[in-house]
């Protein structure tokens, strides 16, 4: 009997890890119905982090009020794996906003995600794994602190406020009153994102543009990014700004590293351990993965390519099923996947293929199971 692995994330705004394993399942199952088919919900840090590892530990999650990205009071998720270890996503308290005319990276806030991590400490947890994709924010993790009891001062001694324009003000960082109970807490940042804080790969000129800002913004939130780095060093004596990954969610990165003592680490690798996908690697035939979009920029800590991989430790056969494919899809081939299938095979909106997702991944896990069967 022919064993199949799915392990896809999710497809952005569309079907979520768990949907899309269930559709591409559809699918393989009605080419044949004897297939043995193993579903794991899968992220790399990004959307679907929380039920990824929940839904391999069996784990709980929990709702809390916390301050939106825009200063709004919205309900956020965040998850407990076990008695000691809670995971949340920046991106339910500070997440992408879809409408981007109302938005901008000069006033968004991580304020929430400052709150979700008091909530998790408050259940007495050792362990807190932060998932730090799909930020809509730019204000180097500052608003994340405040919530903790870091202090932001101006010229005059007044703290700042809240948002990406208010880090040119910071002259100084008192962090005396922050959470104790952090120095007892393991804070660990996930994430496939390598850039650093500042200069032309960091948070600001390379994601901000896409969070809404404008070009005179993006040179302000430069700037301020700058200007934290430098008082950090001045007040604590300390910064990572250089360090791979500090610029992850709009500098979130560099905060855990610089403020809460924290750690980054690649967020799927974390993950695919954490949720121990090889050990379901050795019981497969094939493994089927995908992501919304594949195209070159997939080899850089994207999911299916950190499972791709792993699978050929077995020497198994992967499938990548993707809603678009995109320019330099070769460099996907030359990293363990060894068939890419394209979930919209003709030409449509995107709200089309949203809509259909369910009958379109079917149509590719019919494809795709079809494909192994010719190698056998």
């Known amino acids: ?81 076990n008695d000691d270890e809670a995971v949340i996503e920046v991106a339910e308290a500070a997440g992408f906003i879809v409408d981007q005319s109302k938005v901008s990276p000069m006033k968004t806030t991580t304020y ?126 300390k910064e990572y700004g250089d360090t791979p990954g500090a610029g992850a969610a709009g500098g979130i990165g560099f905060a855990l590293l610089t403020l809460l003592g924290g750690q980054l680490e690649s967020g799927i690798q974390k993950i695919m351990r954490l949720i121990k996908l090889e050990e379901e690697m050795k019981r497969a035939d094939l493994v089927i993965t995908g992501e919304g979009q594949m195209d070159g920029q997939s080899i850089k800590g994207k999911a299916p390519i950190g499972i791709a991989k792993l699978a050929k430790k077995y020497k198994l056969p992967v499938i990548a099923i993707t809603g678009s494919i995109g320019n330099s899809i070769e460099k996907v081939y030359e990293n363990g996947v060894d068939l890419v299938i394209s979930s919209t095979s003709s030409p449509m909106t995107l709200e089309e293929a949203v809509k259909n997702s369910d009958k379109l991944l079917g149509l590719a896990g019919m494809t795709a199971i079809k494909a192994y069967n010719l190698r056998n």
């Not at 590892?53 to 784990?59: E, K, T």
């Not at 909530?119 to 799909?134: F, Q, R, S």
């Open 1 to 81: 009997m022919t064993k199949v692995l799915i392990a896809s994330d999710s497809f952005k705004g569309s079907a979520s890890s768990s949907q899309v394993a269930e559709y591409i399942a559809k699918g393989i199952k009605k080419v044949d119905a004897t297939i043995d088919i193993k579903k794991i919900p899968i992220a790399d840090g990004g959307e679907g982090t929380i039920e990824s590892l929940l839904s391999a530990c069996h784990g709980k999650s929990y709702t809390k009020k916390v301050v939106g990205a825009l200063g709004s009071e919205i309900n956020a998720t965040w998850g407990m794996m």
């Open 112 to 237: 929430g995600v400052g709150q979700l991590i008091e909530e998790a400490l408050n259940h007495d947890v050792k362990t807190i794994y932060i998932g730090l994709g799909g930020s809509s924010t730019t204000d180097g993790g500052v608003g994340l602190a405040q919530a903790l009891g870091v202090h932001f001062y101006d010229n005059n001694g007044q703290e700042v406020g809240l948002g990406g324009q208010e880090l040119i003000k910071i002259k100084d960082i008192d962090i005396s009153n922050i959470d104790g109970r952090l120095s007892k807490c393991q804070i660990i940042g996930l994430s496939d994102v390598t850039n650093p804080l500042t200069g032309e790969e960091g948070s600001a000129y390379v994601f901000s543009p896409q969070k809404g800002a404008t070009s005179d913004e993006v040179e302000q939130l430069e700037l301020g990014l700058q200007n934290l780095r430098k008082v950090s060093k001045k007040a604590l004596g």
